[in-house]
Nanobody
Framework: QVQLVESGGGLVQPGGSLRLSCAASGFSFSNYGIHWVRQAPGKGLEWVSSILTNGGTYNSDSVKGRFTISRDNAKNTVILQMNSLKLEDTAVYYC???????????WGKGSLVTVSS
């Protein structure tokens, strides 16, 4: 069964860093891209970053230059390294499997990141 599990969230001060992990199981990990999507309190879903099967990446304008997505196929894991965190980065962060074109067919349960002084 396909499973995605996020970890690494928590409380951090503005300007700080956090490293989120997405551990995948139940499918051929190396054959799929992965997205990171977030939802701030009271707001809708916002796409953050994506990584292709070949390691190529896409990043939203709001996080470009601050967040880095990477993958370790040997560990079936995708990493989102978040630096220079801002108050507006506060959100539940989800990883999701890239299905077709711009679709996401399986999602994790999310990990909460709170940026506060």
């Amino acid at each position: 069964q396909v499973q995605l599990v996020e970890s690494g969230g928590g409380l951090v001060q503005p300007g700080g860093s956090l490293r989120l992990s997405c551990a995948a199981s139940g499918f051929s990990f190396s054959n799929y891209g992965i997205h990171w999507v977030r939802q701030a309190p009271g707001k809708g879903l916002e796409w953050v970053s994506s990584i292709l099967t070949n390691g190529g990446t896409y990043n939203s304008d709001s996080v470009k230059g601050r967040f880095t997505i990477s993958r370790d196929n040997a560990k079936n894991t995708v990493i989102l390294q978040m630096n220079s965190l801002k108050l507006e980065d506060t959100a539940v962060y989800y990883c999701a499997r890239w299905n077709d074109w711009w679709s996401m067919d399986y999602w994790g349960k999310g990990s909460l990141v709170t940026v506060s002084s």
